[in-house]
């Protein structure tokens, strides 16, 4: 076989990533970081060792046996309804950008709740079977024809488009991917494009806070949570929080909370009447549900983003 032919493999099997549990990112949404499984010195030197025809040809068999053609990459796939259990790691054909789309390798790959409601079919899919996942960074391997203003090599980010992110390699469209830049770890950015929506679209749309507002953030310390205290707290809001353990108001408190109510301690309605004298607060970010509707006042707003 030509080196020409053998090094394309190489370079596959190289980048063939696993999937690594990299981090827990909140209680309920962990952040896997996809990253090569391959010694990358060990590689090098088998690149550095080009004319070593033999050598190639067998790393080359290697990859052949564990990879097929360059268009099947591996992906979560899910059949039926259900638990854990139903999501299958297998070999997909995900094909060539077309115009306006790329071709992204996935870096770090961001879990939501969505997704487990997408799996359990509380929502559902547009298909069957389908790939979860909203959110990820990647790096560009190929983009569309004709396509300008992204190039392989670009680092980006994109989330709540096209679903599928628990995989190796996507095609989405160019435009609905963000670039990252270097100053960021992939893995953070990939952890806080959908929050960070979430959180802007509450803060700054469905209600606009403002200095001298009053908010009650209900599970502070979660993904979302946590990006709302941060934000308000820097938009001049005085920040209420509820937590259920004292772990979680310490990280309220690092993120900006002004009062943290530990609300398996302490019932929470007479806290925050307490903290505002009565006058309840201007809006309540509430990621729990039906337990929590208890403390708006008579000109509050209540989202629930739960
Ligand atoms: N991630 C997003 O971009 C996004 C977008 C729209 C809506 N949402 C919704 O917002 C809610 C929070 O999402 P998130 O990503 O912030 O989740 P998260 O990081 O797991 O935080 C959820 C928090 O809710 C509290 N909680 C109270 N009762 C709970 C229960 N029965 N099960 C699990 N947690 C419970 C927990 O805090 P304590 O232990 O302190 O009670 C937990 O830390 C979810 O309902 C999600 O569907 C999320």
Same mark, same amino acid.
């Given at each position: 076989? #030509? ?12 980048? +063939? ?12 949404? @962990? ?19 080009? &004319? ?8 080359? =068999? =290697?990859?052949?046996? @564990? ?31 077309? #115009? ?7 870096? $770090?790959? *961001? ?19 389908? @790939? ?11 983009? *569309? ?8 090599? /670009? ?5 709540? *488009? ?27 950015? +990939? ?22 507002? @009053?908010?009650? !953030? &209900? +599970? ?11 934000? $308000? ?6 920040? !209420? ?5 004292? #772990?979680?108001? $310490?990280?309220?408190? /690092?993120? %900006? ?17 307490? !903290?505002?004298? *009565? ?11 039906? /337990? ?13 983003? %739960?």
């Amino acid at each position: 076989m #030509e080196l020409s032919r053998v090094s394309p493999l190489l370079s596959r099997l190289v980048a +063939a990533p696993r999937l690594l549990l990299r981090r827990r990112f909140t209680q309920n949404s @962990t952040l896997f970081l996809l990253h090569n499984s391959n010694n990358k010195s060990k590689v090098t030197l088998l690149l550095k060792h080009k &004319q070593s025809k033999a050598l190639a040809t067998k790393a080359a =068999a =290697a990859a052949a046996e @564990t990879r097929t053609p360059t268009n099947m990459v591996k992906a979560i796939r899910v059949y039926e309804h259900g638990g854990p259990e139903v999501l299958k790691w297998e070999d997909v054909e995900i094909g060539e950008p077309g #115009e306006g789309e790329i071709r992204v390798r996935n870096k $770090a790959i *961001g879990l939501n709740f969505i997704d487990v409601y997408y799996r359990k079919g509380v929502y559902k899919p547009a298909k069957m079977p389908f @790939t979860p996942g909203m959110e990820a960074v990647g790096e560009v391997v190929a983009v *569309g024809p004709g396509l300008t203003g992204r190039t392989v090599g /670009d680092i980006v980010a994109y989330a709540g *488009g096209a679903m599928g992110s628990y995989a190796e390699e996507q095609i989405l469209p160019a435009n609905k991917v963000v670039p990252v830049p270097s100053s960021i770890d992939p893995v953070i950015a +990939a952890s806080i494009m959908l929050k960070g929506m979430t959180a802007q679209f509450l803060l700054r749309r469905c209600f606009k806070v403002e200095p001298g507002h @009053t908010v009650l !953030i &209900q +599970a502070a310390a979660g993904g979302v949570g946590s990006l709302l205290c941060q934000w $308000a707290n820097a938009l001049g809001a005085t920040v !209420i929080g509820t937590v259920s353990t004292k #772990e979680k108001a $310490a990280q309220a408190k /690092d993120d %900006g909370c002004h009062h943290v109510i530990l609300y398996k301690e302490e019932d929470f309605v007479v806290r925050v009447n307490e !903290i505002t004298s *009565g006058n309840g607060v201007d809006v309540v970010y509430d990621s729990v549900g039906k /337990d929590t509707f208890q403390v708006i006042s008579e000109y509050s707003l209540l989202m629930i983003d %739960g």
